[in-house]
Nanobody, 113 residues
Framework: QEQLVESGGGLVEPGGSLRLSCAGS????????MAWYRQAPGKERELVAD???????NYADSVKGRFTISRDNAKYTIDLQMNNLKPEDTAIYYC???????WGKGIPVTVSS
C-alpha cells in the first residue's frame, strides 16, 4: 500500500531548529502539490506550508520567515526546515498530498525548555 512516512521530529528548546522529512513514492508525488500540516492539542489541523511540483511555495503566516519547505522530485521526498521554533509550534506534523487522502501517520514536535 502506498504511503507517506515522516521522520525527524522530537523535542527541542525554544529558538532551536528541527528538520522534518517525508518519503513517498512516484505514484503519490507525481506532479502534485505536497504539503505539511500540523495539529496542536485541542486545535484543528492547519496548513503549515505547501510546495508545487515546480517549486512554488506557500506558508502559513505564523511560520513565514522561520520555516522552509523543499522537495526532491527525483527522490520523492519533501522536507520542512524549522528554525527559531516557538512553544506554539508544538504539534503533530503530517505530510500530505494536497487535496487527497494520502496522509502520513504524523510525527510529534515538542518545543519546550
Amino acid at each position: 500500500q502506498e504511503q507517506l512516512v515522516e521522520s525527524g521530529g522530537g523535542l527541542v528548546e525554544p529558538g532551536g531548529s528541527l528538520r522534518l522529512s517525508c518519503a513517498g513514492s512516484r505514484s503519490i508525488f507525481s506532479v502534485y502539490t505536497m504539503a505539511w500540516y500540523r495539529q496542536a492539542p485541542g486545535k484543528e489541523r492547519e496548513l503549515v506550508a505547501d510546495i508545487s511540483f515546480s517549486g512554488y511555495t506557500n506558508y502559513a503566516d505564523s511560520v513565514k520567515g522561520r520555516f522552509t519547505i523543499s522537495r526532491d522530485n527525483a527522490k520523492y521526498t519533501i522536507d520542512l526546515q524549522m528554525n527559531n521554533l516557538k512553544p506554539e509550534d508544538t504539534a503533530i506534523y503530517y505530510c500530505n498530498r494536497k487535496l487527497s487522502d494520502y496522509w502520513g501517520k504524523g510525527i510529534p514536535v515538542t518545543v519546550s525548555s
